[in-house]
């Protein structure tokens, strides 16, 4: 006992040592413990030999890199100490409303304006609390057309820099209805009392009520060629005016005092009152671009190079849009583009379109088109095409899984990988296969907890990112 | 070196006691804490790390982590009361270095031994965790708990990555704000001692450069909120030269015997 309390200190020390050797070595044992296999659910996996796939499945805090190679799958495990560290943070991809290229984003939005000389009629909102205020009076103003103006800023990814340059562009969009049932709320500051001889208006502002508007609101198919912008409007048939592809010549600084800021140049032009035409999407392979839409319901891909002239098209008559347009994701590869289209149908089935267009020197070849209906969500990653064989990685959601957590972005996915292969104009299925993890277990908490009040961070859940095939 | 490990262990001596005690009240607090917690349904589907902070188990950590400060500069002032036993350790036979370093290398023991009985906490708690949930009927396809859970729990907590940083530089720092907060509290009682107050601005520096260094490391994984940028090295540099120059001002203190 008294050798013990002679050497007191030796004994804690080795103790508080030794558990933190031992925790370590733990840890450095069981960072490669975690469940990471392929599954093969249909065919050989030697239909994967000639490709190599790899990505991350990473949280904030870590993650494990992946590589599959000649159908052989290989892990590491990475830990996280900074935001910097995050693989998916410095390559950020699928962005809602806009397009990054180098250390800029390019985001986009649309501004609404009464179109000059339409019918308009002027309610004041009796019950708003501030009617009596005698800085600013809100009516509500009813019109049957409408001009669409379109605004790109450009800033850097990171944010280092609270300055945006921007484009606002009219391009000759309008939508039109045969009443006055589009309302917009008009707020006038300024000196705004009764007596009309004091009054003196400073600004006035129109905001378009988005719940009165009866048709989808336009996007942006936005890509980059040789460093350039170039865009298309997303609308649906029921716009008239003007739509085309265009180019951001220049962006000018957002406090510039123009209303019309930047410069557009257009590429091709068309009048969509003489055609029955809705773009899909706009992509750049090699150095020209496509132009996916459809014409009189009938899908087509057209083939432009940067002087507007069309130089090939592919139609695609079992392709339509006569109950709305689809989803739409392109993945290029190569001189591949490779196109994801999804039919929403009734009894909660999907319908997914894949289509993968060669682009050689000025002529367009389908490869490969592949048709499916299926209950399950499907996210995709990647769509790559090489020689006859086209590949697929996407995550899906089984509806029956996704029944028992409180909605689908809190439920987990699957990762399926899809080997097809095309001869003599067919393609069929050679190989379907699962990357089963544990990723899935992040989830479990969703199982009882529907509290989102405090947010939920997409962050604190491990995801499959940049996701690659090459 | 002899002579030293003999100072060192009667440092220690008049210690280990009530550090056994924190030790223990910790350990048992927090695993009643989380029996607790487990007992209410929705956290069965929990992670384990987020079970941890929800439980309140950080909290009794933290008590006791303040309670171990205390019981230091109460050390530390204990050699100036009643027997006034620090006249007799300035006047033995030994380097006045050895003193320093003494009461500095018990006081890190005691601050090691907390982080690792926390780890044993941790440990036990995950043990019982996962016993109870595991027996549980939960759902029929869903695995429970989490596969490698306890891995996951000190990888994707705040707290452990804290006490046990996996990444080298996580390390350095981690070990650099542990040395440094040893050397500040006793160097504050010797500003005391020796009526240096001005030299509490260094107390308070150092203690800053701590805090923001913790901060820094759970911010910077905070990736919904406004970008940082990495300067975990810079923060680390500084807290390693601060506790230089306070180890250097320490030594002086007690050979001019300032500290009497």
Redesign the interface.
Known sequence: MNRL??????V??I???L??IL??A??AA??D???FFLKDLEGNRSALKDITISGYLE????GRYFEMKNSILNSKFV??????D?AM?GNLQNLANAIKHDEFVYTYQYEYEISPGSKTAEYPKENSPIMNSLSIRKSAVFTDSIDIYARISKRYV??SSPHFDTIYFSPGLRYTRSSMEIEFNKDVYGDVSANAEYQKIHNIIYNLNRETFPVPLPKMAMTILNNELYFSIVCTKEYSGRNGIYKAVNFEPWWHDSKYKGTVDTITSFDLDKTNMEVLGLDAVNDNLILLLFEDNLFKARLYNTEGQQLDELVFTDILSEKGLPEYQSFINNNCLNIYLKYENENNFTENIILSIQVEDENMSLKHKIKKNTSQETYLYNITSKGNMLYVIALTKDRD?IK?YPSEWQAPGHFIICAFKTEKDRTYPVYKGELVT?AA??Y??????NDTSF?Y?Y?DYRQFELVNVR | MKKM?YL??NE??GL?RV?LVLVLVLIILQQFLLIRSIKY??N????FE?LFSKSGCIIIFLVCFFALCGLCIFNAYSNYTESKSIYTLLTLPLPREYMYFSKL??YS?CF??L??SQ??SA?IGYGLFYWYVSSQQI?T????????G??LA???SDFF?LI?P??F??FISSLAVFISLVCTIYYGVICERSKRYFRFAIVILNLSLIVLSLVHRIN?????G???S?Y?HVLTAAIFLTTVFIIYDSLRLIKKSAIV
């Not at chain 1, 949280?59 to 870590?62: A, G, I, K, N, P």
């Not at chain 2, 910077?220 to 919904?224: A, R, Y």
Request: net charge neutral; glycine share 2%.
């Open positions: 309390r002679n050497n007191i200190i030796l804690f020390s103790s508080a040592v558990v933190f925790t370590y733990f840890m069981a960072k413990n975690s469940t949280d904030r805090y870590h830990y996280y100490q900074h935001q910097n995050i943070l990171d944010f899984e028992i544990d277990d992040d479990s908490r969703n199982l009882y907890n947010g961070n962050y | 490990y060192i262990n220690f001596k280990y550090v349904y929705p069965r589907f929990e992670r987020l290398i018990s023991m090691l031994t982080l690792a780890i044993i440990w759902a396809n869903i695995t429970l708990p989490v596969n490698n306890l891995f000190f990888i994707r990555r046990l996996f990444g530089m996580g910077s994984l905070t990736v919904l406004v970008y940082e990495n975990i």
